[in-house]
């Protein structure tokens, strides 16, 4: 398998720009999670989807920002328009619930997003 | 309070070495916890579940105590490829979202 899948790797903006990361989680898993690392907070959770759907985005930090899932092999995440405190590594990760529900917890993670807003 | 709280460290040991990290829980009904491993500038990587009676793999054995509300992280014999951050995971309430805590820093020298 080739585990989860972030694009763009590394992107670098100007303040003010829209900028979309985007997922693909491993293929078979019902769950999906967005988190944001920095020094100062560790990891965040922002939001995550099960089968598709936006379970819990309490996490996300205001409304610039979004998150989509179409469907289950692909996610988005959009901040429009980006601000300098933005930057920070976004990671996608996936999991599956299995049988014992445990499995959630369970998240194979992407490579991340190295965000720069300048 | 942070649900899930972490000593950051960083741990630096020689070769060889003992080391032990706790992590402590504020969320008495939670029954579900994780050891993640992290690389510097890599992704997390699921490292082993912590059961209730205790779970070993090799050189690491992951404890959990409900009493006290902390979860254990112990490596016997560490190798200079330990170096990384640990980190722990717990449910958030009940509602099964994973929060992670901000990871332990180990340093393992010749």
């Known amino acids: 398998d080739a585990g989860v899948i972030q694009s763009p790797r590394h992107e670098v903006t100007e303040m003010g720009q829209e900028v979309t990361l985007r997922c693909k989680p491993i293929?078979?898993?019902?769950?999906l999670f967005w988190y944001r690392q920095t020094m100062m907070r560790g990891l965040e959770l922002l939001i995550y989807?099960?089968?598709?759907?936006?379970?819990?985005d309490s996490g996300m930090p205001e409304d610039r920002f979004s998150a989509k899932m179409p469907n289950a092999s692909f996610s988005t995440l959009k901040i429009q328009p980006s601000e300098p405190r933005d930057s920070a590594v976004y990671f996608c990760?996936?999991?599956?619930?299995?049988?014992?529900?445990?499995?959630?917890?369970?998240?194979?993670f992407g490579p991340g997003t190295r965000l720069t807003v300048t | 309070r942070k649900e899930v709280e972490q000593d950051p460290g960083p741990f630096n040991v020689p070769e060889g070495a003992t080391v032990a990290f706790n992590c402590t829980y504020s969320n008495s009904a939670s029954q579900s916890f994780f050891w993640y491993r992290q690389d510097c500038r890599k992704e997390p990587k699921l490292l082993m579940s912590v059961y209730s009676s205790g779970n070993e793999d090799g050189r690491f054995t992951a404890q959990l105590n409900r009493a006290s509300q902390y979860i254990s992280l112990l490596i016997r014999d560490s190798k200079l490829s330990d170096s990384a951050t640990y980190l722990c995971?717990?449910?958030?309430?009940?509602?099964?979202?994973?929060?992670f805590g901000r990871g332990t820093s180990l340093i393992v020298h010749p």
């Open positions: 293929s078979g898993h019902d769950y």
């Open positions: 990760a996936s999991s599956s619930a299995g049988t014992s529900g445990r499995a959630r917890y369970e998240q194979y």
């Open positions: 995971v717990g449910p958030s309430g009940g509602s099964y979202i994973p929060t």
């Open positions: 989807f099960n089968n598709n759907v936006p379970i819990d």
